[in-house]
């Protein structure tokens, strides 16, 4: 038997791995002049490749009710066991797991090697842009196989090779391509502050608010930018604000900078009297971030806290707790970590990743609607539909 792997990335190298045999080949397909390119620009140089907190959950999809069906318990043990074999020793930062190096090449270098000790073949510089299926799929009228898998990622990150070719390729074999857009990015405004809270970085709590409704929270490493508003909090929330934008709806941030990092006690307290409101401010936050709260707030930073009405003491209260800025647009592709959207959900087996449409096409990782958060979520989603379908295929 001949399988072909459409996309060398971290599900192509992986399903490789598993499926090669004494008893069929293996070949992968790579446009880039190297596999792997992606995994070297992951965790910033570190690949942050898995998360012990690994749950369905942790992920999205157009299609939620489908993901408790593909992403299982079985196969969140079978990856983590799978990553033990392959890289011996991983490094567990608060459950984010990296490789022992603490760099990306590791990762990437361990799986080529692998393939290529067990036979697979790997085929660069190759850019698929037909395929075909009579009795045997036939690829760009020239290499021909059994069972295909296409592994192509989403569009995130271009240069490493996903630039989202495969979708109109797909979409004429029958499959549904729900709209593709960035995820996990930077959020953009249009306020005269930003420029002055530029550089800072804070714990807070962040919530996404559409057309006035909480939709979700996380906490974190907030960055204030002359943009707008980064961070791993802020790309976790970011799913849903580019979706409400895209279809034309009002998006807000709500920013609660007295959120606590797990390294601080609550020493503060909003109704110490004996302090300004300057004096309050001082002793928690950045010097540039209280001008500005203080320019919104309109309280006289030099009265006592406790000559303040109950009405501005709520105002004081709002301002750090519930600041709201207008979010006015995005990072792009080329600056976002995941894709949202891809091939429907609808159109595979949830057991195997075989396609619905077509028989013995299988899909994994990026190039299918399931995007998941920061924190190894995208990577571990690679290595588990890689292994359903190695699983189905052997
Ligand atoms: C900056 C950045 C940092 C990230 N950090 C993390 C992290 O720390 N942890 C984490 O879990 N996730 C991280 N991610 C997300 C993660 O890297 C991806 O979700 C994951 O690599 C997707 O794997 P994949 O194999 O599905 O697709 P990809 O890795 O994108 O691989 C797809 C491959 O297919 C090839 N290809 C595409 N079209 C064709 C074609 N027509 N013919 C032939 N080949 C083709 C591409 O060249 C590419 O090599 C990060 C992403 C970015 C951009």
């Not at 045997?136 to 021909?144: R, V």
Request: proline residues 2%; glycine residues 8%.
């Amino acid at each position: 038997m001949k399988i072909v792997i459409v996309g060398g990335g971290a599900a192509g190298l992986m399903a490789a791995i598993n499926i090669k045999n004494d008893n069929n080949e293996v070949v992968i397909l790579e446009k880039n002049e190297e596999v792997g390119k992606k995994i070297l620009v992951t965790g910033n140089g570190r690949c942050n490749l898995w998360n012990f907190d690994m749950h369905y959950s942790k992920y999205n999809s157009s299609n939620p009710e489908l993901l408790d069906k593909i992403i299982t318990p079985e196969y969140e043990d079978d990856a983590l066991n799978k990553l033990v074999e392959l890289f011996s020793i991983l490094k567990n930062k608060n459950n984010y797991l990296y490789p022992r190096s603490n760099k990306a090449t590791t990762v990437r270098d361990v799986l080529l090697h692998v393939c290529n000790k067990l036979g697979v073949e790997i085929i660069t510089n190759y850019t698929v842009t037909s395929i075909k299926k009579t009795d045997k799929f036939i690829i760009n009228n020239d290499i021909t196989c059994d069972k295909l898998i296409i592994s192509c990622g989403g569009k995130s990150l271009p240069i490493t090779g996903s630039d989202g070719s495969i979708y109109s390729i797909l979409k004429d074999m029958g499959h549904t391509i729900i709209e593709p857009l960035p995820s996990l990015v930077p959020l953009f405004a249009n306020e005269s502050y930003l420029n002055k809270w530029n550089g800072i970085r804070c714990d807070a709590k962040v919530t996404s608010i559409i057309d006035g409704k909480k939709i979700k929270e996380e906490s974190g490493e907030l960055q204030l930018t002359d943009y707008g508003i980064s961070g791993i909090c802020v790309f976790n929330i970011s799913r849903d604000i580019v979706k409400a934008l895209n279809e034309g709806k009002n998006a807000n941030v709500q920013i609660s900078f007295l959120e606590l990092g797990e390294d601080e006690k609550v020493y503060f307290e909003l109704e110490e009297k004996n302090n300004t409101v300057y004096e309050l401010l001082l002793k928690v936050f950045d010097k540039k971030l209280i001008k500005i709260l203080l320019d919104k707030m309109d309280i006289n930073p030099d009265a006592y806290i406790k000559s303040l009405t109950t009405k501005e003491m709520s105002r004081l209260a709002d301002y750090i707790e519930r600041f709201n800025i207008n979010i006015t647009g995005h990072g792009d592709f080329n600056k976002s970590q995941v894709t949202q959207g891809g091939v429907s959900l609808e159109d595979i087996n949830p057991d195997t990743l075989e396609s619905k449409k077509i028989k013995d096409l299988y899909l994994i990782g990026e190039v299918l609607d399931i995007d998941g958060d920061c924190g190894g979520y995208n990577l571990g989603f690679a290595w588990m539909s890689a292994l359903k379908v190695s699983d189905h295929i052997c």
